[in-house]
T-cell receptor, first 114, second 116 residues
Framework: EAQVTQNPRYLITVTGKKLTVTCSQNMNHEYMSWYRQDPGLGLRQIYYSMNVEVTDKGDVPEGYKVSRKEKRNFPLILESPSPNQTSLYFC?????????????FGSGTRLTVV | AQSVAQPEDQVNVAEGNPLTVKCTYSVSGNPYLFWYVQYPNRGLQFLLK??????LVKGSYGFEAEFNKSQTSFHLKKPSALVSDSALYFCAVSPQGYSSASKIIFGSGTRLSIRP
């Protein structure tokens, strides 16, 4: 089944403790992206990657890092999480012309930073 | 600034009645337009898209959307609502067309509630 897999689904952590949210897709998509979803704000793009070793900032990149060493994986790294990063996170992927076909989304990771 | 607006936080409709979820956008050029639906504890699912051609686009689950270039709108519609349509709906716009996949702008979402 074609899908985007995120792990974990739920995560509670403490301020300052580094964490990684994994994202993997099995559709050979070139393009991957991370979004955070907050009430009343919709989805805001954190980082995106056009292909292996090519990443760029989205609208809200502060406090996050990403890497794209393999085509299928696009982990989101929070080096020193803070409470304002408590949110619902989505990974998405698309083919090279993703704007044409739209995204495939993962099921989300609900992160709570205390 | 490029943006997408969903003016209603919530839309309440009785089952069997028609529904409309509104979306307007402000982007340059000829954008691609999308609707996504999110059910509780799930990721976003693609409903339909407008690229070019007929202004009325049909999608999944009986939904359709009408593109209006002069009003820069892309309203989601369904002739007869079902309770199972209750979910969070997002309008999205890609301002860069088919030449790039780097940017899709999402609206803030509209919660659709269908009462039996």
């Amino acid at each position: 089944e074609a899908q985007v897999t995120q792990n974990p689904r739920y995560l509670i952590t403490v301020t300052g403790k580094k964490l990684t949210v994994t994202c993997s897709q099995n559709m050979n998509h070139e393009y991957m992206s991370w979004y955070r979803q907050d009430p009343g704000l919709g989805l805001r793009q954190i980082y995106y990657s056009m292909n292996v070793e090519v990443t760029d900032k989205g609208d809200v990149p502060e406090g996050y890092k990403v890497s794209r060493k393999e085509k299928r994986n696009f982990p989101l790294i929070l080096e020193s999480p803070s409470p304002n990063q408590t949110s619902l996170y989505f990974c998405a992927s698309s083919s090279k012309t993703g704007s044409f076909y739209g995204y495939t989304f993962g099921s989300g990771t609900r992160l709570t930073v205390v | 600034a490029q943006s997408v607006a969903q003016p209603e936080d919530q839309v309440n409709v009785a089952e069997g009645n028609p529904l409309t979820v509104k979306c307007t956008y402000s982007v340059s050029g000829n954008p691609y337009l999308f609707w996504y639906v999110q059910y509780p504890n799930r990721g976003l699912q693609f409903l339909l898209k407008y690229i070019t051609g007929d202004n009325l686009v049909k999608g999944s689950y009986g939904f359709e959307a009408e593109f209006n270039k002069s009003q820069t709108s892309f309203h989601l519609k369904k002739p007869s609502a079902l309770v199972s349509d209750s979910a969070l709906y997002f309008c999205a716009v890609s301002p860069q067309g088919y030449s790039s996949a780097s940017k899709i702008i999402f609206g803030s979402g509209t919660r659709l509630s269908i009462r039996p």
